[in-house]
């Protein structure tokens, strides 16, 4: 159980598009989720926190009209990384806490990796 | 400042043998310690979560301690194999929010 994913696990685009990431959790209901991103032999860096129905709470530093999060359902939040730039290829990755479960952990999804030409 | 520090970027061992691993934090007080596995272009998966009254868990051949006062945390693998080859991360909750900052990773290599 509590299998997060997300779609797609690769994609390329051109410098000046928008890319659309899904992350969706499979088999439970996350009224939070987490947007993360990694660089190189790097730790995680939280980007964002996505509540279900409400606006995502940005870290410092990171662009809220850069980064676009919709957190539309208890299974589904996707990150649009918008007007992509070279310095946006990255690895994205989403993470699911339990909704009214007893746990603090957060389930990760299989992360999306980003280059933009 | 906040950080969170893991024990050396790689650590070599022999199969068989116990890998211990550090993290060590400061200015921080968690509620919370969570720990994570990763392979190379994959997501976290998570290992362990040790609370900030809890000393010890185990599961399996993991476990996990947590110090409050020296705010450090061990993680060991005992009697490892080649599998668990991977990068492990720990992980701080604080505040509530389930929101986690991760440390920088311990690369763990077994040999045969």
């Known amino acids: 159980g509590a299998v997060v994913s997300q779609h797609p696990s690769r994609v390329i685009c051109k410098s000046g598009t928008s890319v659309k990431i899904e992350c969706r959790s499979l088999?439970?209901?996350?009224?939070?989720m987490f947007w993360y991103r990694q660089f190189p032999k790097k730790s995680l860096m939280l980007m964002a926190t996505s509540n279900e129905g409400s606006k995502a709470t940005y870290e410092q530093g990171v662009e809220k009209d850069k980064f676009l999060i919709n957190h539309a359902s208890l299974t589904l939040s996707t990150l649009t990384v918008t007007s992509a730039h070279p310095e946006d290829s990255s690895f994205y990755i989403c993470?699911?806490?339990?909704?009214?479960?007893?746990?603090?952990?957060?389930?990760f999804g299989p992360g999306t990796r980003l280059t933009v030409l | 400042s906040q950080k969170i520090e893991q024990n050396s970027e790689a650590l070599n061992i022999q199969e068989g043998k116990t890998a211990t691993l550090t993290c060590n934090y400061t200015n921080y007080s968690p509620a919370y310690l969570q720990w994570y596995r990763q392979d190379p272009g994959r997501g976290p998966v998570f290992l362990l979560l040790?609370?900030?009254?809890?000393k010890e868990k185990r599961k399996e051949r993991l476990k996990v301690t947590f110090d409050t006062t020296l705010k450090q945390s061990l993680f060991h693998i005992t009697a490892s194999q080649p599998a668990d080859s991977a990068t492990y991360l720990c992980?701080?909750?604080?505040?509530?929010?389930?929101?986690?900052?991760f440390g920088t990773g311990t690369q763990l290599k077994v040999e045969l």
């Open positions: 040790i609370r900030e009254n809890e």
């Open positions: 993470s699911a806490a339990l909704a009214g479960g007893v746990t603090d952990t957060q389930y």
């Open positions: 088999d439970f209901q996350a009224t939070t």
């Open positions: 992980a701080l909750e604080e505040g509530g929010g389930n929101k986690l900052t």
